[in-house]
T-cell receptor, first 109, second 111 residues
Framework: ELKVEQNPLFLSMQEGKNYTIYCNYS?????LYWYRQDPGKSLESLFV?????AVKQEGRLMASLDTKARLSTLHITAAVHDLSATYFC?????????FGTGTSLTVIP | KAGVTQTPRYLIKTRGQQVTLSCSPI?????VSWYQQTPGQGLQFLFE???????NKGNFPGRFSGRQFSNSRSEMNVSTLELGDSALYLC??????????FGPGTRLTVT
């Protein structure tokens, strides 16, 4: 069974700072997803990464995938309060989706 | 384009009862996936349907079942409810495992 580990689990950062969330997975994955969840809400898709070396950017968020290292990163640039949420990475393999535990991000003004 | 809808949004059931949750995907999407989210276990994959066929299922007991209709709407059923089934149940639709669009979820409480 594929294991997905995210770190850190909790992240408190000041507005304007940069930080990276790491997502390691234990076996080969066909694709990697990143989601955002606001408290009490559903999930929102952020990125789908399909191949080694894939890099995608949307606003202040950038996601990358290194399939050889079995690592995906979500980089936050110049954080703003609106980015406060929980972020999940999910690996898809063997026709199943495997979720990380989530990273709870709080951006402090 | 209308988003993914889930009904009901909230549900309270008693142990031993059964429940059926519904998910209507975005028009044109043939793939529907279901997930369970609990404070203890986090997010877990339940099933995925594509064109009325179950493509795969997560590690859940047989009490959890689902189906998909010809219009791509999907239902999931949980029989003989247990306290541990209390959770937020999410469904997502996609063209085919690409970008996933999530519904608002159904919050099930089992007492």
């Amino acid at each position: 069974e594929l294991k997905v580990e995210q770190n850190p689990l909790f992240l408190s950062m000041q507005e304007g700072k940069n930080y990276t969330i790491y997502c390691n997975y234990s076996t080969t994955s066909d694709r990697l997803y990143w989601y955002r969840q606001d408290p009490g809400k559903s999930l929102e898709s952020l990125f789908v990464l399909l191949s080694n070396g894939a890099v995608k950017q949307e606003g202040r968020l950038m996601a990358s995938l290194d399939t050889k290292a079995r690592l995906s990163t979500l980089h936050i640039t110049a954080a703003v309060h609106d980015l406060s949420a929980t972020y999940f990475c999910t690996a898809f393999t063997g026709n199943q989706f495997y979720f990380g535990t989530g990273t709870s991000l709080t951006v402090i003004p | 384009k209308a988003g993914v809808t889930q009904t009901p949004r909230y549900l309270i059931k008693t142990r031993g009862q059964q429940v059926t949750l519904s998910c209507s995907p975005i028009s044109g999407h043939r793939s529907v996936s279901w997930y369970q989210q609990t404070p203890g276990q986090g997010l877990q994959f339940l099933f995925e349907y594509f064109s009325e066929t179950q493509r795969n299922k997560g590690n859940f007991p047989g009490r959890f079942s689902g189906r998909q209709f010809s219009n791509s709407r999907s239902e999931m059923n949980v029989s003989t409810l247990e306290l541990g089934d209390s959770a937020l149940y999410l469904c997502a639709s996609s063209v085919d495992r690409g970008w996933q669009y999530f519904g608002p979820g159904t919050r099930l409480t089992v007492t």
